[in-house]
Nanobody, 124 residues
Framework: QVQLVESGGGLVQAGGSLRLSCAASRRTFNSYNIGWFRQAPGKEREFVTA????????YYASSVKGRFTISNDNAKNTVYLQMNSLKPEDTAVYYC?????????????????WGQGTQVTVSS
């Protein structure tokens, strides 16, 4: 079992930055691929970015490429999501998720464990 806890959300003006953290409870966290998803009110949860367990491969949704950066610190059992040039359409609850096997996925059903989410609100 892996417990994930997101933090770092908040209210920011358009053009600003936030860094989200996803901390895991398990020492073998570095064996898991980690993804970030987001869900806006009335919309389905959507893929944002993911990183392989080794940190060697990253994937981004086209809507955030060039603005968001995912990174990991396996020594701290933590994955980070640096979000720059934020837009009002980035407003959502952001979730991190862990997938034990295979490559990082881009679909919700591919992930085994989920955090509780952290709210990001971008004002115009």
């Amino acid at each position: 079992q892996v417990q994930l806890v997101e933090s770092g959300g908040g209210l920011v003006q358009a053009g600003g930055s936030l860094r989200l953290s996803c901390a895991a409870s398990r020492r073998t966290f570095n064996s898991y691929n980690i993804g970030w998803f987001r869900q806006a009110p009335g919309k389905e949860r959507e893929f944002v970015t993911a990183i392989s367990w080794s940190g060697g491969s990253t994937y981004y949704a086209s809507s955030v490429k060039g603005r968001f950066t995912i990174s990991n610190d396996n020594a701290k059992n933590t994955v980070y999501l640096q979000m720059n040039s934020l837009k009002p359409e980035d407003t959502a609850v952001y979730y991190c998720a862990a997938r034990y096997s295979g490559r990082p996925g881009v679909e919700v059903h591919e992930y085994d464990y989920w955090g509780q989410g952290t709210q990001v609100t971008v004002s115009s």
